[in-house]
């Protein structure tokens, strides 16, 4: 095996063990509000915490990524992040919970732009989008694993044992990339000399700032189309992240074992999702022109994820709703990885800036989704009335896609 996929590997382990992370807390949601005596709109503002925190603090890690190297960026986000992670078992209160979750997602975010840097310093252009497909498609696979790692550990141990093992196994990794990787590959000492100059007379990396000119960003409509398109997609997103394994218990009233096989399904269709939207949107291009390629995944994604969405709303039998929702994160992340290739699409030089826009705003749905779906549910009692509002926000950046074009560069300057 060559150090490159080495390095993939280490990359879609941390993506991977992100995801176990981020929806440990899910799974567990019904054990914890009942031993701290949470209600569903106090659990909403635990989950937007750490989707606040993530948001705020993506671009500042990022940068400090550029300045120090992934090498040591990413060692302090993983073992911060897996510190706070072990604190979320200590909790004994609502607002302790609260501050911890924020502090993990000051600690998890940086974690996808440093590992951009890490895939434009040591993969040749050719192979840069297989990377990232890998990447994100890891973030499912995890999301597919946590069911099958964190109930078991929660049944027999309790809920607090759950957080511990995370934590431990995310310190792990974090000492074997810092003994492991370097920065660049001539500073690893075993690479081969063919495989270096393959990689430094291929790759497109250059010193990047995360820097963002607001005031140019907000001039451009096209920017405003793939911020406001992301940022309505984050709604859908983050249901499945946050909230879809409350939804399974206190909802649709699954046991533990239904629930595990249900939450598990949407993470796998949404991996599915990740590798066909990508391998698509190229085909289409390279066919029709780069912007039906990327339009017509983008719409067609969403169309019909918020039909799903819609339908499992609709649907009186808990199994068919399961199932349709997971259909729907399938198709919703047909559109992840179009995403981000529009952002190198229009940005080009500055497909950083552009990328790291859309992410910070789109986050900020994460957050709203957060609190609004727990409101719902606690003054309604009926969990799924806002789904309802997932399905005309994915609607929303379905409608989007319409107006985004691919081939209008952003100019940020």
């Known amino acids: 095996m060559n150090y490159r996929s080495r390095v993939l590997s280490f990359l879609f382990a941390l993506s991977a063990i992100t995801y176990i992370d981020r929806t440990c807390i899910s799974l567990v949601a019904s054990d914890i509000k009942t031993d701290l005596a949470i209600g569903n709109d106090q659990w909403g503002w635990v989950l937007s915490a750490f989707a606040l925190a993530y948001a705020l603090f993506e671009l500042p890690t990022g940068a400090l990524g550029d300045r120090l190297g992934p090498r040591r960026v990413l060692t302090r986000v993983v073992g911060w992040w897996s510190v706070f992670t072990a604190l979320t078992g200590t909790a004994a209160s609502w607002l302790y919970l ?7 997602g000051m600690g998890e975010a940086g974690a996808y732009p440093n590992a951009s840097i890490v895939v434009s310093r040591w993969f040749p252009r050719q192979e840069t989008g297989r990377a990232q497909a890998y990447i994100w498609a890891a973030g499912r696979v ?11 550990v929660a049944t027999q141990f309790g809920w607090r044992a759950s957080f511990y093992v995370m934590g431990l196994l995310g310190l792990l990794w974090a000492v074997c990339w810092y003994v492991w990787f370097r920065d660049f590959p001539r500073e690893k000492q075993d ?9 430094e007379q291929n790759r497109r990396f250059r010193t990047a700032s995360h820097h963002i000119p607001w005031r140019a960003v907000l001039r451009s409509q096209n920017m405003w189309a793939i911020m406001l398109m992301f940022h309505f997609y984050m709604y859908g997103a983050y249901f499945f992240t946050g909230w879809l394994p409350t939804y399974l ?5 699954f046991g533990k074992e ?3 096989w249900f939450a598990t ?3 796998l269709l949404g991996a599915i999702g990740c590798f066909t939207g990508g391998y698509l949107s190229d085909w289409l291009a390279k066919r029709y022109g780069l912007k039906t390629g990327r339009r017509v995944v983008g719409i067609v994604g969403l169309g019909l994820s918020s ?7 609709l649907t009186q039998d808990n199994s068919t709703a399961a199932i349709f929702l997971s259909m729907g994160m399938g198709f919703k992340d047909l559109t992840l990885p179009v995403s981000f290739a529009v952002c190198n699409d229009v940005g080009r030089s500055q497909s950083g800036m552009v990328s790291g826009a859309m ?4 986050q900020l749905g994460a957050v709203f989704l957060g609190v609004l779906f727990g409101y719902i549910v606690n003054v309604t009692g009926d969990f799924n009335l806002p789904l309802f509002l997932i399905a005309f926000l994915l609607l929303c950046s379905c409608l989007l896609w319409l107006r985004i074009d691919p081939t209008e560069e952003v100019i940020l300057t």
């Open 359 to 362: 992410n910070t705003v789109g």
């Open 249 to 253: 218990r206190e909802g649709r009233h």
């Open 142 to 152: 995890g999301g597919m694993l946590a069911p099958w790692v964190v109930v078991p």
């Open 98 to 104: 609260v501050v911890v979750r924020f502090l993990f």
């Open 258 to 260: 239904e629930m595990q």
């Open 191 to 199: 690479i081969s000399t063919d495989e270096l100059e393959y990689i």
């Open 307 to 313: 039909a799903m969405i819609l339908l499992s709303a």
């Open 265 to 267: 399904l949407p993470f």
